[in-house]
């Protein structure tokens, strides 16, 4: 783990040359850890032509961030009995009591529709962030229609700061006061959220930044909206302080656990919710360069905020902002708590980029280690018993430890003859250290073990739903020690992949099926991204004629391939040479 100094230090750098000619005038972020602003800094002014640093307590606006504040208020009036987000809209939402979805099939629209980004209504952006100050009146014309949507309801994820807008009418209606004040009673008041505010006159003038635009070699002034009838979508202001202890509310509700959960606005049963994606968008598929290895995101869109797991990283939650005069960004990353908050003072301001570049530097430092999925203390015993059958098998231990199903899905006499056939291949069966254990619940484990004989066994459990839980799932993978003829011939692809011109050696037999320069090309491919490679344990087969190995990346510090051989033991010819990559995993974090 790198000090956290040194690791904020190089974040602090990461900014500085981040922000280099981009004309922001000024830049505020912070780090959040364990619930704690642990670092923040200001870059530049909050006013052109003055000498005015931003800090954790300079005020910006957030812009479309303030939609967390909107969701969250709607499902505290839903936890407090006042609605139910399946409720259609205009149960609440007079104006809307006859709107009408794009086709004759279409549902009607709920506020479960407009919190998670799924009512069809047509995007918006950049017509929303010009309504902000729209006059209530003016609204409600607007409301009552029609309106333009793009899918039917329910259908597909598009982006509605309208539809937020809408949110903010219906709190004022059903909380029987204006939007604003049932924000501050509810949310920012409870919170301590001193800073935080709908109207630009709450801000003492020397903490407050102005907004701009960068235009023909100068800083043009944004002027600010008023409060107004689409202020749910984007009016707050408010500082990096704050920011913090709104990240910290959400990242204190994981993981779930049985501690008291004080009164607050909401229980960290509702946080949970809201960071849950509600609906989906499009698998994305990253890849910085050529010789990087292709990353993948999928998640959505969830009550107020966005959820995304990310193969290099797990799953990150947050949102972005952006608006005349303004960009900001606030995310954290679920398995660890650790958060980031970014606000500056231009037109769209990349800020989502700076906190991105931020967070992944942080987590590559690992300063705030992430909660792995451990086994729950009935898989631990499970293991234990499991290994005490490989030893020796015991009916009675048996009898106790497998659920009903077992018996069904493979008789435990033929369970016990494979083990015991296993004793006799591998002899005595000792921890595998080159492969980690794996959990994907607390109530799944596999691990592998290895052979006095040589070669290995993976072992796989999963427990049953009831109390207490028993064994549902016992498989086991029987790995053999590759024959010297195969283990030379997988050196000599990793030699080749290793070396300078990615030739296998002559001496190896290829079936003419094999192209040697193909194959070449592709030890090139593998070599760009991933060498110097190690050849790691064998995971699976018989030994003599076929054998897979892991192949780990020095560089990456992981197992990135699969070495796949098959040899005609009578002839000496490899039939069979296959570099397959290992697909990339989500990073299993604890919720």
């Keep these: 783990m790198t000090r956290l100094s040194d690791a904020l230090s190089a974040a602090d750098a990461i900014a500085d040359t ?3 000619g981009k004309h922001i005038p000024g830049v505020a972020y912070g780090v959040v850890i364990d619930g704690e602003l642990v670092h923040s800094r200001g870059i530049g002014t909050l006013r052109v032509g003055e000498d005015a640093p931003p800090d954790a307590d300079s005020v910006f606006r957030i812009a479309s961030m303030t939609k967390s504040f909107t969701a969250a208020t709607i499902v505290g009036l839903r936890d407090a009995g006042r609605l139910s987000l399946d409720d259609p809209i205009g149960r609440h939402v007079p104006e809307l009591a006859g709107l009408q979805g794009p086709t004759s099939d279409s549902p009607p629209v709920t506020v479960r529709h407009l919190l998670t980004m799924s009512s069809g209504l047509a995007t918006d952006d950049p017509w929303g962030d010009r309504q902000q100050g729209l006059d209530l009146a003016t609204f409600s014309d607007l409301l009552r229609g029609p309106l333009t949507f793009a899918w039917a309801p329910g259908t597909r994820f598009e982006y509605s700061n309208l539809g937020y807008g809408i949110l903010g009418r219906l709190i004022t209606n059903v909380a029987g006061e204006e939007y604003r004040e049932v924000v501050r009673a509810r949310l920012l008041e ?24 960068w235009r023909d070699d100068g800083y043009l002034d944004e002027p600010i909206d008023p409060y107004g009838a689409l202020a749910a979508m984007g009016g707050i202001f408010t500082s990096i302080r704050d920011l913090a202890r709104w990240v910290a509310f959400f990242t204190d509700a994981f ?39 292709v990353a993948g995101r999928a998640g ?26 303004f960009g900001s960004s606030m995310r954290w990353h679920q398995g660890s708590g650790l958060g980031i908050v970014v606000v500056a003072n231009h037109r769209y301001a990349p800020s ?26 009935p898989t631990a015993a499970a293991r234990a018993a499991v290994e005490r059958l490989l030893v020796a098998w015991d009916d009675e231990l048996a009898g106790r430890l497998f659920a009903m199903n077992v018996e069904l899905d493979e008789p435990l006499v033929r369970r016990r003859a494979e083990i015991e056939g296993l004793r006799e291949s591998h002899g005595h069966l000792r921890p595998e250290p080159a492969l980690p254990d794996e959990s994907v619940t607390p109530l799944h484990l596999a691990w592998w073990l290895a052979g006095e004989r040589g070669g290995r066994v993976r072992i796989e459990i999963r427990l049953s739903p009831e109390a207490p839980p028993l064994v549902q799932t016992l498989a086991l993978t029987v790995v053999h020690e590759p024959s010297p003829a195969l283990a030379d011939v997988a050196a000599a692809v990793v030699a080749a992949a290793n070396g300078p011109d990615r030739v296998l050696a002559g001496n190896v037999d290829l079936d003419p099926a094999i192209d040697r320069t193909a194959l070449s090309q592709q030890l090139g491919i593998v070599a760009a991204g991933h060498a110097p490679l190690e050849l790691g344990p064998a995971v699976q087969g018989d030994g003599t004629t076929t054998a897979t190995w892991r192949l780990r990346s020095r560089r990456a510090g992981r197992d990135v391939l699969d070495l796949e051989l098959e040899r005609n033991s009578g002839t000496g010819i490899v039939t069979r040479l296959r570099l397959v990559p290992r697909p990339p995993i989500v990073p299993r974090h604890a919720d």
């Design 18 to 20: 981040f922000l280099a």
């Design 300 to 325: 959505g869109y969830g009550l107020g905020l966005y959820t995304v797991d990310d193969t290099r990283y797990g799953t990150i939650v947050g949102h972005s902002g952006g608006y005349p005069g």
């Design 255 to 293: 993981p779930a656990r049985d501690d008291a959960d004080p009164a607050s606005p909401l229980s960290r049963a509702s946080r949970r919710e809201m960071q849950q994606v509600h609906r989906p968008w499009s698998v994305e598929l990253v890849q910085p360069s050529p010789d990087l290895e």
């Design 352 to 377: 989502t980029l700076l906190g991105n570049e931020i967070l992944a530097s942080l987590l590559a430092a690992n300063v705030s280690p992430p909660r792995r999925i451990l086994p729950a203390l």
């Design 190 to 213: 409870p919170l301590g959220l001193a800073a935080t505010t709908f109207l630009m006159d709450d801000v003492a003038p020397d903490r407050l930044a102005h907004g701009y635009l």
